[in-house]
């Protein structure tokens, strides 16, 4: 009977066909491994696993300590983290069925001494916000996190070094949210529910995309811009906000601002002279029970750039002057 083991060195075969055996096993198990390693592509996004290029990187990502943990926590591996739904998250920028409250948001950076006058301020009067924080804020400030926090306010993601979003790539987008998200996590425990781009009032589809494999259903907009950012003064700031507001408005505003905190009082009182009251977006979007809805009709989101100029990532990680 003819036997069909493969012939081996006491069988009498030439050397040169062992080695072709060998060749053909050693390459079988290369293929083998490599198809193991590579990444598995995303269904339903057209992707697959990567990390960010290194020419995505902030300049100022070296000093930053636990930059590789955010980037391990930030990259991908499997399918199952890069499930996102289709056309990624919806944007809301207001409450339309609200009937007497307004969410007053506001641009997470600048002095820690500014923000807490600021928080003083609000809480003052009784009242809750949302913060979007700026992730290198909270690498220089971590504290503040757990003071937004114990003050009743909401901490939301407005991306790691506050760049302008709409120009990066999708993996570059996509590192900007999740790197934020996983400084939130270990301060706070949790990523928060809303995210807002960084130099943009609307998301495009790509960002929105990569917001919601960040684990971010929700892009949080605002149909009122206080334009506080360009220092006009605290009573111009005041108007801008009490001459247009209206029930389930939200409201761009920013700390780091003298401008602002002085207008906080005059802002709070007039919200309460209207019949309003100022809540997070959480509350806001919550108990208005409003269906979601997407950028003001007719215009393409992601197409409307910010008012605000723009800004590079600081080379120091703390007191980084960053707006929208």
Same mark, same amino acid.
């Given at each position: 009977m003819e036997s069909n083991a493969e012939p081996n060195a006491g069988s009498g075969a030439p050397e040169h066909a062992h080695a072709g055996v060998r060749s053909r096993r050693a390459a079988l198990r290369t293929i083998a491994g490599l198809g193991a390693a +590579? *990444? +598995? /592509? %995303?269904? $339903? %996004?057209g992707t697959s696993a990567a990390r960010t290029p290194q020419s995505q990187s902030s300049p100022d990502d070296s000093q930053d300590e636990s930059s590789d943990e955010v980037e391990s926590i930030a990259t991908p591996t499997t399918a199952a983290t890069m499930t996102t739904p289709a056309g990624g998250a919806v944007e809301v920028e207001r409450a339309a069925n609200a009937s007497d409250a307004v969410a007053l948001t506001f641009h997470g950076s600048g002095p820690p001494a500014m923000a807490e006058e600021l928080l003083s301020e609000i809480e003052r009067a009784g009242v809750q916000v949302t913060v979007m924080v @700026? $992730?290198?804020w909270l690498y220089a400030n971590p504290s503040m996190a757990k003071r937004v926090l114990e003050g009743g306010h909401e901490l939301g993601n407005h991306t790691e070094h506050h760049i302008n979003i709409s120009r990066l790539p999708s993996n570059g987008a996509y590192t900007e949210i999740e790197a934020c998200a996983a400084r939130l996590r270990k301060l706070t425990g949790s990523q928060g529910r809303w995210f807002r781009p960084s130099q943009a009032q609307h998301a495009t589809p790509t960002v929105r995309l990569a917001a919601a494999k960040a684990g971010y259903l929700e892009v949080l907009s605002y149909d009122l811009d206080s334009r506080d950012f360009t220092n006009p003064g605290s009573d111009e700031v005041v108007h801008n906000v009490l001459s247009a507001i209206k029930a389930g408005d939200v409201v761009s505003m920013h700390m780091g601002h003298a401008g602002t905190i002085q207008a906080m009082p005059a802002i709070l009182d007039g919200l309460r002279l209207r019949g309003l009251r100022a809540v997070t977006a959480d509350a806001l979007f919550s108990t208005a029970? @409003? *269906? /979601?809805? $997407?950028?003001t009709p007719g215009r393409e989101p992601g197409n409307v750039p910010s008012q605000e100029p723009s800004q590079e990532p600081s080379q120091e990680p703390t007191q980084e002057v960053v707006q929208h």
């Amino acid at each position: 009977m003819e036997s069909n083991a493969e012939p081996n060195a006491g069988s009498g075969a030439p050397e040169h066909a062992h080695a072709g055996v060998r060749s053909r096993r050693a390459a079988l198990r290369t293929i083998a491994g490599l198809g193991a390693a +590579l *990444p +598995l /592509s %995303c269904a $339903g %996004c057209g992707t697959s696993a990567a990390r960010t290029p290194q020419s995505q990187s902030s300049p100022d990502d070296s000093q930053d300590e636990s930059s590789d943990e955010v980037e391990s926590i930030a990259t991908p591996t499997t399918a199952a983290t890069m499930t996102t739904p289709a056309g990624g998250a919806v944007e809301v920028e207001r409450a339309a069925n609200a009937s007497d409250a307004v969410a007053l948001t506001f641009h997470g950076s600048g002095p820690p001494a500014m923000a807490e006058e600021l928080l003083s301020e609000i809480e003052r009067a009784g009242v809750q916000v949302t913060v979007m924080v @700026v $992730g290198h804020w909270l690498y220089a400030n971590p504290s503040m996190a757990k003071r937004v926090l114990e003050g009743g306010h909401e901490l939301g993601n407005h991306t790691e070094h506050h760049i302008n979003i709409s120009r990066l790539p999708s993996n570059g987008a996509y590192t900007e949210i999740e790197a934020c998200a996983a400084r939130l996590r270990k301060l706070t425990g949790s990523q928060g529910r809303w995210f807002r781009p960084s130099q943009a009032q609307h998301a495009t589809p790509t960002v929105r995309l990569a917001a919601a494999k960040a684990g971010y259903l929700e892009v949080l907009s605002y149909d009122l811009d206080s334009r506080d950012f360009t220092n006009p003064g605290s009573d111009e700031v005041v108007h801008n906000v009490l001459s247009a507001i209206k029930a389930g408005d939200v409201v761009s505003m920013h700390m780091g601002h003298a401008g602002t905190i002085q207008a906080m009082p005059a802002i709070l009182d007039g919200l309460r002279l209207r019949g309003l009251r100022a809540v997070t977006a959480d509350a806001l979007f919550s108990t208005a029970a @409003v *269906p /979601s809805q $997407g950028a003001t009709p007719g215009r393409e989101p992601g197409n409307v750039p910010s008012q605000e100029p723009s800004q590079e990532p600081s080379q120091e990680p703390t007191q980084e002057v960053v707006q929208h």
